[in-house]
C-alpha cells in the first residue's frame, strides 16, 4: 500500500485504499465482494447495471464508479441493498428469454449465478419473451441477442484489448441492442476466434461456437463455488 491512503467503512469493517480507487477496486483488495455485472477487472469501470449499488454516506451509488474518499460509510450487504439487487437481476431475466436448461453457458453464467447468490428461485415479474435473433454467420463466433443483458462488455473488450470495434450499441429503451459493425452481421466484421470479447460476456449471448460442452454442466466454475467467492477468498480478517 502506498503511503497516500484513505480509510472507509464498509458494513462496519475498516478498509484502506488508494485514493483514486472506486469502492469496488479497495473492496475487491480487502476480500469484500460486491456483486456486479458489467464490471470486469480488465475493463474501464461503465457503471450502467447498478447491480454494484451501495449506499454511501447514505446515498444510492454505484460502487464500480464511485471513487473511494477518507471516512465515507458504505452499505454493501443491508436486506435493503440486496432487495435492489434482486430486483435488477429479477428484471434482466424476465427482459430477455434466459432459458438456463438449455443455455451453454449454464454454470459459467454470471447472472445465473448472481440469481443463486442472491437467492433468487423463480422471477417475481412476468416475462416479456421479446422475439430476438441469433447470429451466426461467422464461422467461429456467435451471438444470440435473446441472452443479451446489455452490460457492454463485448463492446468495452473490443474496443480495449482487442483493438477493434466489432460490436456497438444501437437504438433506445426497449430496443437498444448490441449491433455488429458491418451490415453484413458478424461474419462481415474483424471479430475472430482469438478475440477476448466473447470470453468476456457474461451470459451466453456473445459466443465460442464448438465449444459449448467442453466442460460438462455440474463441473463449471460456478457449479463448484458461488460467484464472488475468488475476491472473497482474499480475505485476511
Ligand atoms: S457493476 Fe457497477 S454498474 Fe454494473
Not at 464490471?39 to 464500480?64: E, I
Not at 439487487?85 to 454454470?107: A, Q, W
Not at 467461429?140 to 463492446?155: G, P, Q, V
Not at 460442452?213 to 475476491?231: E, F, H, M, Q, T
Request: net charge positive; hydrophobic share 35%; aromatic share 8%.
Amino acid at each position: 500500500m502506498n503511503e497516500k491512503t484513505v480509510t472507509f467503512i464498509v458494513d462496519g469493517k475498516e478498509i484502506k485504499a488508494r485514493p483514486e480507487q472506486t469502492i469496488m477496486k479497495a473492496c475487491d483488495e480487502a476480500g469484500v465482494y460486491i456483486p456486479r455485472l458489467c464490471a470486469f477487472k480488465d475493463l474501464s469501470p461503465f457503471g450502467s447495471c447498478r447491480v454494484c449499488t451501495v449506499k454511501v454516506n447514505g446515498r444510492p451509488q454505484a460502487a464500480c464508479t464511485q471513487p473511494v474518499g477518507e471516512g465515507i460509510v458504505v452499505e454493501s450487504q443491508t436486506a435493503e441493498i440486496q432487495q435492489i439487487r434482486r430486483n435488477i437481476i429479477d428484471m434482466l431475466f424476465v427482459e430477455g428469454n434466459h432459458f438456463c436448461m438449455f443455455c451453454e453457458k449454464s454454470g459459467n453464467c454470471e447472472l445465473q449465478a448472481m440469481a443463486y447468490r442472491l437467492g433468487i428461485l423463480a422471477p417475481k415479474f412476468p416475462y416479456m419473451f421479446p422475439v430476438r435473433g441469433v447470429d451466426a454467420s461467422h464461422p467461429d463466433i456467435f451471438i444470440d441477442w435473446n441472452r443479451c443483458i446489455l452490460c457492454a462488455r463485448c463492446i468495452r473488450t473490443s474496443c480495449e484489448i482487442d483493438g477493434k470495434n466489432a460490436y456497438g450499441f444501437i437504438g433506445r429503451g426497449p430496443h437498444k441492442r448490441v449491433a455488429t459493425n458491418s451490415s453484413a452481421g458478424l461474419k462481415g466484421t474483424d471479430a475472430d476466434v482469438s478475440d477476448k470479447a466473447p470470453a468476456n460476456c457474461p451470459v451466453g449471448s456473445l459466443m465460442y461456437k464448438r465449444i459449448g460442452y467442453a466442460v460438462p454442466i455440474g463441473c463449471r466454475l460456478y457449479d463448484k463455488n458461488p460467484i464472488g467467492s475468488d475476491i472473497e477468498m482474499k480475505k485476511t480478517t
